[in-house]
């Protein structure tokens, strides 16, 4: 059973930061990519960050510079590092997790969510 968790979120004021986590688990005979996602209210959800199959790192540029998504010493694991966060990030954050094998895509798990509200 594959499952992908992420922790993390909370309050935060205008200009702080935090940073999320994800972990999946059950998943050892697949290739999988890893990416973060975000849903405000009224809106539809949107990539964030991910990892990309060439092995680089890819942001939406509303992000860009800064957020910073890494991978985590153990397999299967990422980060979002957040900086300088303004109201308009605050959302659901969500990880999403891609599987494969042989180059074939198997399909993909989302997490459940973790709130991320950024407010003075």
């Known amino acids: 059973q594959v499952q992908v968790v992420e922790s993390g979120g909370g309050l935060v004021q205008p200009g702080g930061s935090l940073r999320l986590s994800c972990a999946v688990s059950?998943?050892?005979?697949?290739?999988?990519?890893m990416s973060w996602h975000r849903q405000a209210p009224g809106k539809e959800r949107e990539l964030v960050a991910t990892f990309t199959s060439g092995g680089g790192i890819k942001y939406a540029d509303s992000v860009k510079g800064r957020f910073t998504m890494s991978r985590g010493d153990v397999k299967n694991t990422a980060y979002l590092q957040m900086t300088s966060l303004k109201p308009e990030d605050t959302a659901v954050y969500y990880c999403n997790a891609e599987f494969s094998r042989i180059g074939v895509r198997i399909g993909d798990v989302w997490g459940q969510g973790t709130q991320v509200t950024v407010s003075s």
């Open positions: 059950g998943a050892s005979s697949s290739t999988v990519v």
